[in-house]
């Protein structure tokens, strides 16, 4: 299979289970309030997490959040946050069957066939994090998001 096919495939494959998937996944009241360090799934993205959630919470009263925004930011966590949980588990899950099955010679097809499967959850995860990022972008004004921004990199640093 080309490259070229394997995008095509790969892209039809993810906005299918984007579109179609929503409702296989639980759905629960969650708060930003609720979510503790989840650094653990930064390791199942396709590119480096962009991860405004640690900053947002610390510095909410800084920001000067209201109660609507908050509502909205929370309703993305309510929405999404499973799904992204639920995909970093089984992208997990997945990678070690892969090691397995390298590490004891295992069948090429069933190598290759779970490797594009990763890709294609990895792929999937990663949308949910620009969805993160715009929603938590839409919910705050613009001078909010670039005093968000600037408090995420100080405190990374």
Do not use: C
């Not at 920001?63 to 309703?75: A, D, F, H, P, S």
């Not at 990895?122 to 929603?135: F, G, H, Q, S």
Request: hydrophobic residues 40%; charged residues 30%; positive net charge.
């Amino acid at each position: 299979m080309g490259r070229k096919a394997f995008t095509v495939i790969l892209t039809v494959a993810l906005l299918f289970n984007l579109s179609v998937g929503e409702d296989y996944y639980p759905r629960a009241k969650i708060t930003i309030d609720q979510i503790d360090n989840d650094s653990w799934i930064d390791n199942y993205f396709l590119i480096k997490r962009i991860n405004f959630l640690p900053a947002l919470k610390k510095h909410k009263d800084e920001l000067g959040l209201t109660q609507e925004q908050i509502r909205q930011i929370n309703q993305f966590y309510s929405m999404y946050y499973p799904k992204m949980l639920y995909l970093a588990k089984d992208i997990q899950e997945k990678e070690n069957q892969l090691i397995d099955l390298i590490i004891n010679g295992g069948d090429p097809k069933k190598i290759r066939n779970l490797i594009v499967e990763i890709a294609e959850k990895k792929a999937e995860l990663t949308v949910y994090n620009i969805k993160e990022v715009r929603a938590i972008q839409n919910a705050l004004t613009k001078e909010q998001f670039e005093k968000l921004k600037n408090l995420a990199q100080r405190d990374i640093i």
